[in-house]
């Protein structure tokens, strides 16, 4: 569907992306994660046309669109303001683009009501102004505006970062019900890590400007292929040369393990390594636990399921039990210049 062939783009001496490639399948939703100024959003406008590469091309369907105008590229495009005109209804925000293609007005008429709908806007807030509306609402509006013209690909830069925590979670939810639906291709960008994994069918994982990973949420969380992958997706813990070597790690390496892949107080199975310690902390989250356990040589972070039985104090003796296998391992002076 859509083909990065080798992008690099420069911005005067600075080379913001370092030979970008990545294909994205047909009804994907994709999204480009990283830290600020990784190259993510680069990598979106370079796609929709905002920014021509110095070498490298751009491809839909087979076809090279690297010096398309933005307007002939049938791409949607949701961005991190919305840029909606404040002052016009919604209705009419909506229907911006369809009026620039000159469709008729019951045309208009009609694709502005059904994409309404589809995005959960009611008529009565079709005939309000957009700056009468909520956050949630107006990135509604921003979406519905994206998809009425019937793009091939909708581009989305960070759009739910100017909303609370809890509406944050509901969009992301309707979001990903609304891609399916459409069954549109979707390039998301974002530094949430949460948001990447809850919506992606594949996450490309962005670093200065490079492509650390491209996976599955399930691979770049539990197979992550380079120790900054490992470091940015979630939370993890950097074992000890002295823990390493209980766990028959090598120390030379920079050995990591999930919190969820430790249990307290199981009963060790097969290889699993069981170590004593006692527990610092625990941070109570309702569904889960969060332990700090000093196991010795350094202090370890542990999720465990909150059964509303086995909870641990402060001061306790505990065992933290391990599963070798479980250990990811990289090179020390692992580099995302040296990991291409």
Known sequence: ???????????????????????????????????????????????????EPVSGSVSV??????????????????????????????????????????????????????????????????????????????QRVAIARAL?????????DEPLSNLDAKLRVQLRNELKRMQQEFGITTIYVTHDQEEALTLSDRIAVFNKGYIEQIGTPNEVYNHSRTEFVCNFIGDINRLSDAVSRRLCADPAMHNYIRLERIHVNVTPQGEDVAIPGTVKTREYYGLYIKYYIDIGSQTIKVIEKNDGVNIYEPGQQVQAVFNPRDVMAYPPGDDPEVSQ
């Open 61 to 138: 369907k087979g076809k090279d669109i690297t010096h398309v105008p933005i307007e002939d590229r049938n791409i949607g495009i949701v961005f991190q303001s919305y840029a909606l005109f404040p002052t016009m209804t919604v209705y009419d925000n909506i229907a911006f683009g369809l009026k620039i293609k000159k469709l008729k007005k019951s045309e208009v008429d009609r694709r502005v009501r059904e994409i309404a709908r589809k995005v959960d806007l009611t008529d009565e807030q079709l005939k309000k102004a957009v700056s009468q509306l909520s956050g949630g609402q107006q």
């Open 1 to 51: 569907m859509i083909q990065l062939s080798n992008i690099i783009v420069r911005f005067g001496d600075f080379t913001a992306l370092h030979d970008i490639n990545v294909h994205v399948k047909e009804g994907e939703f994709f999204t480009f994660l990283g830290p600020s100024g990784c190259g993510k959003t680069t990598t979106l406008r370079t796609i929709t046309g905002f920014i």
């Open 148 to 156: 009425v013209t019937g793009p091939a690909i909708i581009c989305m």
